[in-house]
């Protein structure tokens, strides 16, 4: 029985409500962090590891004792392909270590658009990187739970997030399931209480479909602590500005996965099995103005 779970990425926009949904689940939780004081300030009465993806020893010694790890990973936007990533190298260190101290199940964050790939275009390294963590997973030997995720309301939040304003890139053409990192930290507790033995793909999405341009707008309308407004910009324009700016290449690269792939259904399972979203966009947007008073 799954009892202690190590989070890996906790402190960041999708880890922390994975990691007080635990915490309130009743799981003995672990915040594995570079940064303590970071970690403490966020999770003051949970128990706080120090230590770097890319030193096994101290993922090996973290593991000591626990039952199962989370993770939450990223890429920097400024991060080039032969740089050292936390997806498919620091991965690659969990699995050493989590073999070694006997995990006996991995839970894994993994983006819905991870398989895009551009018409005549190779796969971008970022999605491969990602899908190389995935693999590494799977052929790990630990059972694990892979959560495949759609757009988190938190993006509104945090990375579309400037000041006052929300930013759009591009023109959104296709409808996401949005779901708020609330919904999706009480799916993956319940996910972590079952039993079984066995690995599992579950999709994770919301209950509402819609562009990021009518999503944003919602938001928008509903956040009443201040007052914002939408900016969207052009891809050419953002593309031809990313020549300069790396940070801007990797958001155009993710956002033409976003803004033009197709996102089919296939939460129904995971509904059943952990429960359905309860939060809307505009519950979020209130709700997020009632927390920051």
């Known amino acids: 029985m799954t009892k202690k779970i190590i989070v890996i990425g906790g402190t960041g926009m999708l880890g922390r409500p994975v990691a007080q949904q635990l915490i309130k689940s009743g799981f003995d939780v672990t915040i594995f962090s570079t940064n303590q004081g970071e970690a403490k300030k966020k999770f003051p009465d949970a128990k706080i590891v120090v230590g770097n993806l890319n030193d096994v020893a101290s993922l090996e010694k973290a ?9 939450n990973l990223s890429i920097p936007a400024t991060a080039k392909p032969t740089d050292w990533n936390a997806e498919r190298d620091g991965m690659a260190n969990v699995i050493l270590a989590a073999r070694k101290a006997g995990i006996k199940r991995i839970g894994y964050l993994a983006p819905l658009i991870m398989t895009y790939q551009e018409k005549n275009n190779p796969l971008w390294w970022v999605f491969e990187s990602k899908q190389k963590a995935v693999e590494q997973i799977r052929t790990s030997g630990i059972p694990c739970f892979i959560f495949h995720a759609s757009s988190f309301m938190e993006n509104f939040t945090g990375s579309q997030r400037d000041g006052n304003k929300i930013n759009l890139a591009g023109k959104s053409l296709v409808p996401m399931y949005y779901i708020a990192g609330e919904d999706y930290g009480k799916q993956v507790a319940n ?8 690995s599992k793909d579950y999709y994770i999405q919301g209950t509402e479909a819609m562009t990021a341009d009518k999503a944003a707008r919602i938001f928008v309308d509903n956040y009443k602590k201040e007052s914002l407004k939408i900016a969207a910009a052009p891809l050419g324009l953002l593309s031809f500005i990313g020549l300069f700016k790396p940070e801007l290449k990797y958001v155009v690269q993710l956002m033409k996965a976003l803004n033009n792939n197709p996102e089919p259904f296939k939460a129904r399972e995971t509904w059943d099995e952990l429960g359905k979203p309860a939060m809307t966009i505009k519950a979020f947007a209130q709700k997020f103005k009632l927390i920051n008073k």
């Open 191 to 198: 996910a972590f209480k079952l039993e079984s033995e066995k």
């Open 63 to 71: 593991f000591q004792g626990q039952d199962a790890v989370y993770l």
